[in-house]
């Protein structure tokens, strides 16, 4: 069983930064894969922040764009999210995701418990 770990939440002020990590716990042999951030805030829809996939492409919510980045190191299973100039409406709960494709059929999804991020004026 693959278990993701998130990490490096906290409180911050209006206009600072923060730095996310996510460690999945095996390594996979996966045809394809892809490492992804969502977050949740109270009372509104989870919702998909940024990706990074095996190619190194990356994807990105309009609202984060030019503020945060995505990156990856595959060696050591992880995933990170640099954000900076953060806003209150990024005040949530951040979710990790690894999603691996093993062809030809066959998809694993596997999600982290989360790490708050709060951001105050």
């Known amino acids: 069983q693959v278990q993701l770990v998130e990490s490096g939440g906290g409180s911050v002020q209006a206009g600072g930064s923060l730095r996310l990590s996510c460690a999945h716990s095996?390594?996979?042999?996966?045809?394809?894969?892809?490492r992804s951030w969502y977050r949740q805030a109270p009372g509104k829809e989870r919702e998909f922040v940024s990706s990074v996939d095996n190619t190194d492409t990356t994807q990105y919510a309009d609202a984060v764009k030019g503020r945060f980045t995505v990156s990856q190191d595959k060696a050591k299973n992880m995933v990170y999210l640099q954000m900076n100039d953060l806003k209150l409406d990024d005040t949530a709960m951040y979710y990790c995701?690894?999603?691996?494709?093993?062809?030809?059929?066959?998809?694993?999804?596997?999600w982290g418990q989360g790490t708050q991020v709060t951001v105050s004026s």
């Open positions: 995701r690894y999603v691996c494709r093993v062809w030809p059929l066959t998809v694993r999804d596997y």
């Open positions: 095996t390594a996979m042999r996966c045809t394809s894969d892809e």
